[in-house]
C-alpha cells in the first residue's frame, strides 16, 4: 500500500505554545487528507477534512481556529494546534486519499504523539 | 452518541482457534465497513472491509459478515496466530474515499499459545 509518514513522532510543548505536525503521502498524490485525534482507550475521532487546493471541513466540536490545517500541496498536509493546552494532548494521526476512490485507500500515518505541560 | 460500536474491549483466544470480533453501527447512512489492526504509538492498517451490498467477503485467514438489517458485522480470524494480538477497529463510511471514517473503539485481541 501507499506510505504516510508524520512529522514528528512525538512532541512534547508548554501550554500556550503552537506546535506543527506534518503529514506526507510519499508516493502519491493525495487530493483529500484525514485528520484524526485519539485519546487512550478511545476510538479514533474524525477532526477534519482537508482538500488540496481549498479550506478544510472541520466535524461538529472542532474548532477551526485552534487546529489549523493546510492543504497546499497534493503529498502534504499540516496540522498546527495553536495556543495548545494539556487537554489538547493526545494522538494526532493523519490519512490520506485520492478522494474519488473507495474508502479501502485511505492510507494511515504512524501518528503523532503530542504531551502539552 | 456512539454511532460505531465495539462492545468488546478485550478477547482473549487460544492460538489456533477462531477469534470473532464484532461490530454494530447505528447510522444506516453508512454504507461500507472496513476492519483495522492497530498496535499502539502506531497508525491503523488496513485488513478487510464490506461494502453493503455484500453480507460476506473472505481475504485469506480474515473473513468479514455483515448483516445489515441488524446493523452488525464480525470479523473472523482462523486460524487465529500470535501475530494477531493487537487491537482491531471496526470502521464506517457513507461509501466515498471522499468520506473520512466513523471508528468504534477497538477491542484489544490477545491470542494465547
Known amino acids: 500500500g501507499a506510505v504516510v509518514s508524520q512529522h514528528p513522532s512525538w512532541v512534547i510543548c508548554k501550554s500556550g505554545t503552537s506546535v506543527k505536525i506534518e503529514c506526507r503521502s510519499l508516493?502519491?498524490?493525495?487530493?483529500?487528507m484525514f485528520w484524526y485525534r485519539q485519546f487512550p482507550k478511545q476510538s479514533l475521532m474524525l477532526m477534519a477534512t482537508s482538500n488540496e487546493g481549498s479550506k478544510a471541513t472541520y466535524e461538529q466540536g472542532v474548532e477551526k481556529d485552534k487546529f489549523l490545517i493546510n492543504h497546499a500541496s497534493l503529498t502534504l498536509s499540516t496540522l498546527t494546534v495553536t495556543s495548545a493546552h494539556p487537554e489538547d494532548s493526545s494522538f494526532y494521526i493523519c490519512?490520506?486519499?485520492?478522494?474519488?476512490?473507495?474508502?479501502?485507500?485511505?492510507?494511515f500515518g504512524p501518528g503523532t504523539r503530542l504531551t502539552v505541560l | 452518541d456512539q454511532q460505531v460500536k465495539q462492545n468488546s474491549p478485550s478477547l482473549s483466544v487460544q492460538e489456533g482457534r477462531i477469534s470473532i470480533l464484532n461490530c454494530d453501527y447505528t447510522?444506516?447512512?453508512?454504507?461500507?465497513f472496513l476492519w483495522y489492526k492497530k498496535y499502539p504509538a502506531e497508525g491503523p492498517t488496513f485488513l478487510i472491509s464490506?461494502?453493503?451490498?455484500?453480507d460476506k467477503n473472505e481475504d485469506g485467514r480474515f473473513t468479514v459478515f455483515l448483516n445489515k438489517s441488524a446493523k452488525h458485522l464480525s470479523l473472523h480470524i482462523v486460524p487465529s496466530q500470535p501475530g494477531d494480538s493487537a487491537v482491531y477497529f471496526c470502521?464506517?463510511?457513507?461509501?466515498?474515499?471522499?468520506?473520512?471514517?466513523?471508528f468504534g473503539k477497538g477491542t484489544h485481541l490477545i491470542i494465547q499459545p
Open positions: 464490506i461494502s453493503s451490498i455484500k
Open positions: 508516493d502519491f498524490q493525495a487530493t483529500t
Open positions: 490519512s490520506s486519499g485520492s478522494g474519488t476512490s473507495l474508502p479501502d485507500t485511505q492510507y
Open positions: 470502521a464506517a463510511s457513507p461509501g466515498g474515499g471522499a468520506d473520512g471514517l466513523t
Open positions: 447510522n444506516s447512512m453508512f454504507d461500507y
